[in-house]
């Protein structure tokens, strides 16, 4: 099976850059509609949030997703019912928190990803050093762990963390939680080039990003881009799918406008 890194290098290395729409699961009852548009509107991968009673890094928009989803009785194994019926051309990477994905063993709920279809996983607060075991479970189960790095992870520690992860590196923007912002983090960019310039794998920017010019903007250094607030802020306001889908169009088409970034060095690891 093709792993979802492989994909998502192959689509960088052909000059594309990455987009990757957010949509926490079992949010509304045709939320996998919203997937399915998503992947129509030129979504290269969509992460999809299984909600959790405590978000600590998501801000009011996510925190919201959320809790209507729980209040409309979504579980995790509902979600992966959802996505194993769906079975999507696209990559789906599922996030959730610690709690969740290791209450019952991290093999246990690896291998659940892998027989509804799913290709990545992101937690969130996982830190590196407890990484090991779920990264291996992951491995085991053919999906691609991510792990994350922020403005303020140190050089050595961003390094260990573009080698261990798999799929992509989540590069998180600013030192703060997931919403809407007026402007681009100015963080950002300089977070995106010290990963490029360690590894190879590709790097996606997230937090934040709230309009096409700001994806077009993060993907000047990235080789794509993370939206979830301002696309979960759609939805919540009672946005169809096929609104949902206008909106990711436009950021695709930001991103078709912006050149593919030089490529990293000859010697990075990863």
Same mark, same amino acid.
């Given at each position: 099976?093709?792993?979802?890194?492989?994909?998502?290098?192959?689509?960088?290395?052909?000059?594309?850059?990455?987009?990757?729409?957010?949509?926490?699961?079992?949010?509304?009852?045709?939320?996998?509609?919203?997937?399915?548009?998503?992947?129509?509107?030129?979504?290269?991968?969509?992460?999809?949030?299984?909600?959790?009673?405590?978000?600590?890094?998501?801000?009011?928009?996510?925190?919201?997703?959320?809790?209507?989803?729980?209040?409309?009785?979504?579980?995790?194994?509902?979600?992966?019912?959802?996505?194993?019926?769906?079975?999507?051309?696209?990559?789906?990477?599922?996030?959730?928190?610690?709690?969740?994905?290791?209450?019952?063993?991290?093999?246990?709920?690896?291998?659940?990803?892998?027989?509804?279809?799913?290709?990545?996983?992101?937690?969130?607060?996982?830190?590196?050093?407890?990484?090991? @075991? #779920?990264? /291996?479970? *992951?491995? !085991? &189960?053919?999906? =691609?762990?991510?792990?994350?790095?922020?403005? $303020?992870?140190?050089? %050595?520690?961003?390094?260990?963390?573009?080698?261990?992860?798999?799929?992509?590196?989540?590069?998180?923007?600013?030192?703060?939680?997931?919403?809407?912002?007026?402007?681009?983090?100015?963080?950002?960019?300089?977070?995106?080039?010290?990963?490029?310039?360690?590894?190879?794998?590709?790097?996606?920017?997230?937090?934040?990003? @709230? #309009?096409? /010019?700001? *994806?077009? !903007? &993060?993907?000047? =250094?990235?080789?794509?881009?993370?939206?979830? $607030?301002?696309?979960? %802020?759609?939805?919540?306001?009672?946005?169809?799918?096929?609104?949902?889908?206008?909106?990711?169009?436009?950021?695709?088409?930001?991103?078709?406008?912006?050149?593919?970034?030089?490529?990293?060095?000859?010697?990075?690891?990863?």
């Amino acid at each position: 099976m093709t792993t979802l890194e492989t994909r998502l290098r192959l689509r960088r290395d052909s000059g594309r850059k990455l987009l990757m729409p957010y949509l926490t699961g079992g949010v509304t009852p045709d939320w996998t509609d919203h997937l399915r548009a998503l992947a129509d509107a030129g979504a290269d991968a969509i992460e999809v949030g299984i909600p959790f009673s405590d978000p600590t890094l998501d801000g009011v928009t996510i925190q919201e997703a959320s809790d209507v989803a729980l209040a409309r009785g979504a579980t995790t194994a509902g979600i992966l019912a959802d996505l194993s019926r769906s079975r999507i051309e696209v990559p789906v990477v599922v996030s959730t928190y610690a709690n969740l994905a290791l209450r019952g063993g991290a093999d246990r709920f690896c291998r659940a990803l892998a027989e509804a279809g799913v290709r990545g996983l992101i937690v969130p607060d996982l830190p590196l050093e407890e990484a090991g @075991s #779920t990264g /291996a479970a *992951a491995r !085991a &189960a053919n999906v =691609d762990l991510a792990l994350l790095a922020s403005p $303020a992870t140190p050089p %050595r520690r961003l390094r260990e963390i573009a080698e261990r992860s798999r799929g992509f590196v989540y590069a998180v923007s600013l030192m703060g939680i997931t919403g809407e912002r007026e402007h681009l983090a100015t963080s950002a960019a300089g977070l995106a080039r010290r990963l490029r310039s360690v590894t190879d794998r590709p790097v996606f920017l997230g937090f934040g990003i @709230s #309009t096409p /010019a700001q *994806a077009a !903007a &993060a993907a000047r =250094d990235a080789d794509g881009v993370i939206v979830g $607030a301002a696309l979960m %802020r759609r939805l919540l306001d009672g946005a169809d799918p096929a609104a949902t889908a206008g909106f990711v169009r436009s950021l695709r088409a930001a991103l078709d406008g912006v050149p593919a970034a030089a490529a990293a060095p000859a010697d990075a690891g990863g």
